[in-house]
């Protein structure tokens, strides 16, 4: 391991290995990750890998829409296929508030020449044949919304990483980090001491423990969310089926089905021993009766594994993107609430730009940690969960 380094990110999933390859591509020699495990140990090895541009608030949009341009042309830029897979996301509406929001958010789509549309009862039926319609007042869709495989897209990093002369230490763990004067002079790690003056807190579910090392308290709470998949089946449909809290896709071509729920139940920690909890026969239960109620077709279809991993939470359910003006050289990028895995091209893109230029080509200033302080927190209504 370098005892050395321009940058140290702490953490190897998508955020960590995005930050770094964009900063090697941005000319930045000297850059190590640390990761406490191995590559994708937490949440990004154990998402739905889910991608879309359906959000509420112009800058998510914004953020979405430019990530989802490299997922869809990842294969054309960088010559790795990650089998994005599109079909849309169709968002079942069963409410009327729910309804005149989603009109709003698909005007505010349009707008930034996002593709998406309202859908009728009728139309869901005959599009969409196998979802239950009872209770339902329309839905919206948007078709270049899909899925990808996040092991390729983190196997894909890993060797554009390698390639760009990034230095990948797993099972590394960072335990503290040293500064002097206002200035961080290096990173502890249970490997030994590297010198740097600027680090990346990339620890997704253990972000708040890194903001603890350099003395803040980021709002970034871990909260258990489970998925589950079962064997496969003929291919029948096409899209990923939501209703606000439950979703399911089918992944081609091998026909598994994967599902998850989001429940609010799930308590949210101030800190977590393992970034691995345990999954639940509660869970399993829940995802299960939402999913024969919505598509009544899956009543036979077997279930063969289920996991578990971690939603890093914050107060308005979005990231913290940016740097610190308390500590000149601390930035980060975490606490993404759940729709952190498909934001992963753009915030390491845009994270390096500030890191190197000190502007970003997108305005990211809102996402500062500094908003949970001054109360100008920025909820994003298109939350799933
Ligand atoms: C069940 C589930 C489903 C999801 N579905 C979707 C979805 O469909 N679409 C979507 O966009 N998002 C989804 N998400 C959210 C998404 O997975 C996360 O927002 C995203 O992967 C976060 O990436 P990350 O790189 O910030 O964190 P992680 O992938 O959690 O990586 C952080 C890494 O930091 C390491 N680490 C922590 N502390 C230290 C330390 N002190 N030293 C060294 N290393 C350390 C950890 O080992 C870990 O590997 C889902 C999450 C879950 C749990």
């Known amino acids: 391991m370098k005892n050395k380094a321009d940058v140290v990110i702490v953490g190897g999933g998508i955020h960590g290995q995005a930050t770094a390859f964009n900063l090697a591509q941005k000319g930045v020699k000297n850059v190590v990750i640390c990761e406490h495990k191995y590559i994708g140990y937490g949440a990004t090895g154990r998402c739905a890998a889910g991608v879309r541009e359906q959000f509420g608030l112009p800058l998510t949009i914004q953020l979405a829409k430019a990530s989802m341009d490299v997922t869809a042309n990842f294969k054309e830029l960088y010559g790795y ?9 169709l968002w079942l509406l069963y409410d009327h508030r729910d309804l005149e929001l989603w009109r709003r958010n698909i005007q505010i789509q ?54 760009a002369g990034v230095e990948i230490n797993t099972y590394t763990t960072v335990t503290d980090i040293k500064t002097k004067g206002g200035k961080i ?75 998850g729920i989001s429940l609010p ?26 999913a024969v109620e919505i598509m009544p077709v899956l009543r036979n279809v077997a279930v063969i594994r289920q996991w578990a991993g971690w939603y890093e939470m914050t107060p308005d359910a979005q990231q913290i993107l940016g740097g610190v003006p308390e500590l000149p050289g601390y930035y980060m990028s975490c606490g993404y609430s759940g729709h952190g895995f498909q934001l992963g091209h753009i915030a390491g893109k845009l994270l390096a730009e500030l890191i190197v230029d000190s502007e970003t080509s997108i305005d990211i200033s809102k996402c500062d940690y500094g908003r949970f302080v001054r109360g100008e927190l920025m909820p994003e209504p298109g939350v799933i969960g």
């Open 110 to 163: 349009n707008s930034l020449d996002v593709k998406s549309f309202l859908l009728r009862v009728e139309e869901i039926r005959e599009r969409y044949p196998y979802v239950n319609v009872n209770g339902v007042l329309a839905a919206t869709m948007n078709p270049r919304d899909g899925y990808v495989n996040p092991f390729k897209v983190l196997y894909a990093y890993t060797e554009m990483c390698r390639h």
């Open 185 to 259: 002079i290096s990173v502890l790690t249970d490997k030994g001491e590297i010198e740097t003056n600027t680090v990346v807190n990339c620890a997704g579910g253990f972000a708040r423990r890194v903001g603890k090392m350099v003395g803040l308290d980021l709002p970034v709470k871990p909260q258990r969310h489970e998925m589950i998949v079962t064997e496969p089946v003929e291919l029948f449909f096409p899209c990923m089926v939501i209703t606000g809290p439950w979703y399911a896709f089918q992944t081609k071509p091998h026909g598994s089905i994967l599902m």
């Open 265 to 290: 139940e799930e308590p949210l920690f101030d800190d977590v021993d393992s970034l691995q909890p345990q999954s639940t026969w509660h869970f399993l239960e829940k995802v299960l009766k939402v």
């Open 81 to 89: 296929d990650i089998e994005y897979t599109p079909g849309g996301y």
